[in-house]
């Protein structure tokens, strides 16, 4: 704007007013180019901002976000919770597995309903963990799926006695860990989640400790100590 009045005014002014006019013109057109460097600024740092971030990067915020969430709940809680899901995401892959390498129609009967019972029970301690504020694990650890993969390379017989053997493991395992939380745990939700699992664990130990007892009949009458479940 001062650059058109001062082109139109040049030939009428005199010296003085030309020079003023000329400053004036320097002055804003500088104050222009440092505003607009300013804002040019600010656009691209908001621009890297909202760069998306990589997947390493996101999942190691996720997983600090994760334990920071975490550090303000009972130890014991946090330990209840992780191993409860880890027991149930074991006993979903091995009966996956069971059912593709069992040979004993009742032991695949009974893969079938770990899937289906676990997989509900999963989802019932996620809903106790969230209002608590925990986060169950999604998927099993290295132990456990080394576990699963060496159970995964039998089949036959020696699966059928492997993988009921292990059954019967997990589920004592599992109701010890319950029915302590029914006396200890301080935590409403995941107190109500341990008194409701616990009878339906206990129904499942004695159940695979029956198809045991079948198994053994069946395929080593003499040999009882194979699969035994000792732990």
């Not at 002055?27 to 909202?50: D, E, V």
């Not at 593709?100 to 770990?114: E, V, W």
């Not at 504020?133 to 159970?151: C, F, N, Q």
Request: glycine share 4%.
């Amino acid at each position: 704007m001062w650059f058109t009045i001062y082109k139109e005014q040049e030939n009428y002014a005199s010296p003085g007013m030309v020079f003023f006019l000329n400053t004036l013109n320097k002055t804003l057109s500088m104050k222009q180019h440092t505003f607009l460097a300013f804002s040019a600024t600010i656009l691209m740092a908001c621009g890297q901002s909202n760069q998306p971030k990589s997947q390493e990067e996101a999942s190691q915020d996720s997983t600090a976000a994760m334990a920071s969430s975490m550090d303000y709940i009972d130890n014991s809680s946090v330990n209840f919770v992780t191993s409860v899901a880890n027991a149930n995401l074991k006993e979903i892959e091995l009966g996956k597995v069971a059912l593709q390498h069992a040979d004993y129609l009742r032991i695949r009967n009974y893969a079938q309903k770990m899937i289906d019972t676990h997989t509900k029970a999963n989802r019932e301690l996620q809903q106790a963990g969230y209002s608590t504020g925990i986060t169950l694990p999604t998927a099993l650890d290295r132990s456990d799926m080394d576990d699963v993969k060496k159970l995964a390379e039998k089949d036959g017989k020696a699966f059928d006695r492997a993988y009921i053997k292990a059954m019967v493991q997990l589920h004592q395992r599992n109701m010890e860990r319950l029915d302590a939380a029914v006396s200890d745990m301080k935590d409403t939700a995941l107190l109500r989640y341990a008194k409701n699992t616990l009878p339906v664990v206990e129904a499942h130990l004695k159940e695979a400790r029956g198809i045991q007892e079948d198994v053994r009949k069946m395929y080593d009458p003499l040999q009882g100590d194979d699969i035994s479940d000792s732990h």
